[in-house]
C-alpha cells in the first residue's frame, strides 16, 4: 500500500522560500503523477502543480506560475515543492497525492478528486 507523508512546512515570512516534500513508501512514484494541492481556511482545495513521472512533464497554477517549482528525485521516491517570493495568500495546508494514471491534468480540481493516495499534509503559513 502506497503510502505518502508531506514535510517541510512551518513559518515564513513574506518573499522567503521554502521547500515541501512528498516521500513514498511501500510503493513507487517513477510512472505516477504527483500533485500538490493546497486548502487554506474556509476555502476548497486547489492544485498548486503537477508532475508526470511517465513523461517528466509539469504543471503549475496561475497564482504559483514562476515562484514554484515541483521536482522529483526517483532515487529517493520522493517528490519537492520549492516556492519562492512567497505571500500570506500562500498560506495553507498543502498535500500531496499520488495518481497512477501517470499524467497530469491541469489545474481543475475535479480531475483529481478521485485519488486513493493522500498524505496528511503539512502547514505552511506566510507571515511576519
Known amino acids: 500500500q502506497l503510502e505518502l507523508v508531506e514535510s517541510g512546512g512551518g513559518l515564513v515570512q513574506p518573499g522567503g522560500s521554502l521547500r515541501l516534500s512528498c516521500a513514498a513508501s511501500g510503493g513507487t512514484l517513477d510512472y505516477d503523477a504527483v500533485i500538490w494541492f493546497r486548502q487554506a481556511p474556509g476555502q476548497e482545495r486547489e492544485v498548486v502543480s503537477c508532475i508526470s513521472n511517465r513523461i517528466g512533464s509539469t504543471h503549475y497554477a496561475n497564482s504559483v506560475k514562476g515562484r514554484f517549482s515541483i521536482s522529483a528525485d526517483n532515487a529517493k521516491n520522493t517528490v519537492y515543492l520549492q516556492m519562492y517570493k512567497m505571500t500570506p495568500k500562500d498560506t495553507a495546508v498543502y498535500y500531496c497525492?499520488?495518481?497512477?494514471?501517470?499524467?497530469?491534468?491541469?489545474?481543475?480540481?475535479?480531475?483529481?478528486?478521485?485519488?486513493?493516495?493522500w498524505g496528511q499534509g503539512t502547514l505552511v503559513t506566510v507571515s511576519s
Open positions: 497525492a499520488a495518481d497512477p494514471r501517470g499524467y497530469c491534468f491541469g489545474s481543475d480540481y475535479q480531475n483529481y478528486r478521485n485519488l486513493e493516495h
